[in-house]
T-cell receptor
């Protein structure tokens, strides 16, 4: 398909790791992004990865990029209740335009 | 840094009325975007301004929608006349100069048209 694809829901126990997966469309995308949206708020940039990288780590967040399979993942270590939110994967499709996935709703249970 | 500021946070109006949504981008950012978010269609880019000039309005649904950016610190999105199918959350976002600079989103305006 032509859309950025993500699974819609993920339930994880507090303290476990969360892995959110995304398939994007354009192998020439320069940057790939992860945004977080909490209820009633806008999207907050979590992290991004340049397309010539395989991995990026930022505290509890690890981004893995598989360009061959056009697969992007976000791992959240030691998931906390404050991590409950919708997570959006996005790819650049022009100098200014992003294509967003539908978002993965992450629910952290005690 | 106050972030991107949008007003109002919520707007409820009747079909046929004019609606104006407002946005103040982050100071120094020269790119501004209006997005619409719905359950059915996700996030859609409506219009993109660079240095106050509309560059891409291909996402504007129809002539009932218009957007302006009279100066670097203010933009409006107007719907006239509004229809129930316009009900959505409208986000404004801004970014700094530079290719693929990250977007900073406001908290959105939830519009309900009855």
């Amino acid at each position: 398909g032509e859309d950025v694809e993500q699974s819609l829901f993920l339930s994880v126990r507090e303290g476990d790791s969360s892995v959110i997966n995304c398939t994007y469309t354009d192998s020439s995308s320069t940057y790939l992004y992860w945004y977080k949206q909490e209820p009633g708020a806008g999207l907050q940039l979590l992290t991004y990865i340049f397309s010539n990288m395989d991995m990026k780590q930022d505290q509890r967040l690890t981004v893995l990029l598989n360009k061959k399979d056009k697969h992007l993942s976000l791992r959240i270590a030691d998931t906390q209740t404050g991590d409950s939110a919708i997570y959006f994967c996005a790819e650049t499709i022009s100098d200014y335009k992003l294509s967003f996935g539908a978002g993965t709703t992450v629910t952290v249970r005690a | 840094d106050a972030g991107v500021i949008q007003s109002p946070r919520h707007e409820v109006t009747e079909m046929g009325q004019e609606v104006t949504l407002r946005c103040k981008p982050i100071s120094g950012h020269n790119s501004l975007f209006w997005y619409r978010q719905t359950m059915m269609r996700g996030l859609e880019l409506l219009i993109y301004f660079n240095n106050n000039v509309p560059i891409d309005d291909s996402g504007m649904p129809e002539d009932r929608f218009s957007a302006k950016m009279p100066n670097a610190s203010f933009s409006t999105l107007k719907i006239q006349p509004s229809e129930p199918r316009d009900s959505a959350v409208y986000f404004c976002a801004s970014s700094a100069q530079g290719r693929n600079s990250p977007l900073h989103f406001g908290n959105g305006t939830r519009l309900t048209v009855t």
